[in-house]
């Protein structure tokens, strides 16, 4: 094994997942998964079998799509949660059952009401069995952050005696400082026998905003797998974010650590989290927050564009953006404004400047500064070949008429595939009435089945974007739309969804 790599284990899908509010389908699940595949990670603790059935299938079926990483499932130890994740597991290529108990006094006495020897027999035993159907188990010592060292040292060298793989060193309450914390690992690393038949693994919790700090900590102390969540979601306050650690590995090459990840697709998944998640990512987040690598200031702004590393440690096309973002504001001009499209890989000559500078003159007025993401925002979708006016179905017009008592009514033109097509009809709200006239241009009834409006930034007047999810032949796809008209971005989204059925 390189005693240089980092194992990247992302608990995005069960412990970010327990946040509330956040709960994903099985669906949903699987579209994060493929992209955790592309990202690169090493494991996917893909949920918690026995806890729910729809836990259960998710670790099913994710197990069936996703073939490079290890597919993880979370159990207490005891047989019937094993036995239950063994279940779910069948169909992983490559498999983990992780299980595990608490090893601080804390939980010994007020969580199990036991004692320490009780709760050794206990973890032991549940390894034993879990090894009975996986050859990689890994434990975890919960609330080991708060454990005594010797203590612990003596657990984590049992476990691995009984089997263990992996032993995860959990910080669970993000109670430790990361001083603590990685000579916690050291200890471990110098006084358990067997040391060297197990990877130690750290999960930190972000209780005290130290999860991150301490997993570096971790790393440097002997520590080869980070637990993480895309985003840094999670119980309480968070877990460590993936993107963080990924990020300080690799900028910092002194350190002399590599993992698997694919930075670039950093941005496109963390996106992808908040929006099926329904979690927005925090402006000011390190990484991946709108601002990470926005300049407003003057002095950075001369600075950047004199030399980037004025002011920037890391690129932004690491991650998978563009580039920084120089702040446009609604004093800007058409050529400002060209000259931004045109660096972000828009075609100027698909697009209608007059119309787009238009909307951007409102969008700039309601929201003061616009950054890149903004003008994907604005321009749709992102995607670069979306105003290939001979391609897809784009909309042209939309008008919609409502009120009390009017009933809602709705006209759209469509140009599809080149060709313009227009419809008019009724419905029980105005989006309702919109997709019922595209229905009458399509000849395709297809059925909405999820439907979400997230404000981008906060506000009445800000941007709203809309999730949605279709079903076609017993198939479902995705579909995201942006606008500062609700209804604009409701029709947007069903279209975008179209394109990827067409």
């Known amino acids: 094994m390189d005693n240089n790599r980092v194992y990247v284990f992302d608990t995005t899908l069960r412990d970010g997942e327990q946040v509330p509010g956040c709960q994903l389908t099985t669906v949903e699940k699987i579209i994060v998964a493929k992209e955790l595949e592309a990202l690169g990670v090493d494991v996917i603790e893909a949920g918690f079998p026995i806890s729910s059935p729809g836990d259960f299938q998710s670790v099913v079926e994710i ?29 992983a290529k490559r498999k983990r059952i992780h299980t595990g108990i608490g090893s601080s006094d804390m939980h010994i006495k007020y969580k199990f009401n036991s004692t320490r020897e009780a709760i050794l027999e206990r973890a032991k035993e549940a390894v034993k069995y879990a090894r009975k159907f996986v050859d990689d188990v890994e434990f975890y010592a919960e609330d080991a952050g708060r ?42 690393m110098d006084n358990v ?87 927005p990512v925090q402006p000011n987040k390190a990484i991946v927050g709108r601002n990470a690598f926005a300049h407003s200031s003057g002095i950075h702004q001369d600075g950047v564009l004199k030399h980037r590393e004025n002011y920037e440690i890391l690129n932004p096309e690491d991650i998978g953006l563009q580039s920084n973002s120089i702040i446009l504001t609604a004093r800007s001009g058409r050529h400002a404004l060209k ?19 238009t909307r951007f003159l409102e969008m700039a007025d309601s929201k003061k500064e616009i950054t890149d993401h903004d003008l994907q925002t604005l321009m749709g979708d992102g995607n670069k070949d979306h105003y290939d006016d001979n391609k897809g179905i784009k909309v042209t017009l939309l008008q919609v008429v409502c009120g009390d008592p009017l009933r809602p009514m709705a006209t759209v033109k469509l140009k599809v595939n080149g060709e313009e097509k227009e419809a008019s009809s009724a419905g029980n709200g105005p989006v309702n009435a919109t997709i019922n006239a595209i229905h009458e241009i399509i000849k395709d009834k297809i059925s909405i089945d999820e439907f979400s409006i997230q404000a981008m930034h906060g506000g009445s007047e800000d941007v709203s974007k809309v999730n949605m999810r279709v079903l076609h032949d017993g198939k479902s796809y995705y579909g995201f739309g942006y606008s500062t008209d609700i209804v604009n971005a409701s029709v947007h989204a069903y279209v975008d969804a179209l394109n990827k059925i067409y």
């Open 63 to 91: 197990s069936k799509a996703v073939s490079e990483p290890v597919i993880c499932a979370l159990t207490r130890a005891n047989t019937a949660d094993i036995d239950a994740a063994a279940s779910a597991l069948q169909y």
């Open 193 to 279: 026998s067997n040391i060297d038949k197990a990877i130690i693994s750290v999960h930190c919790h972000n209780d005290l905003g130290l999860a991150t700090a301490n997993t570096i900590a971790g790393v440097i102390n002997g520590a080869r797998q980070v637990e993480c969540t895309i985003n840094g979601i999670g119980e309480r306050a968070g877990n460590t974010s993936l993107e963080e650690v990924a990020m300080i590995l690799k900028t910092h090459h002194a350190l002399g650590y590599t993992t698997g990840i694919n930075s670039k697709k950093i941005y496109e998944i963390s996106n992808l989290v908040s929006n099926m998640m329904r979690m």
């Open 339 to 357: 000259h931004h499209l045109e660096r972000l890989g828009y075609k100027i000559d698909k697009i209608n400047l007059d119309e787009v500078y």
């Open 147 to 188: 454990a005594d060292n010797e203590y612990l040292a003596r657990m984590v060298e049992a476990v691995i005696a009984a089997g263990a793989t992996v032993v995860n060193i959990p910080d669970t309450n993000g109670y430790c400082l990361p001083e603590q914390y990685g000579a916690k690992i050291k200890y471990l």
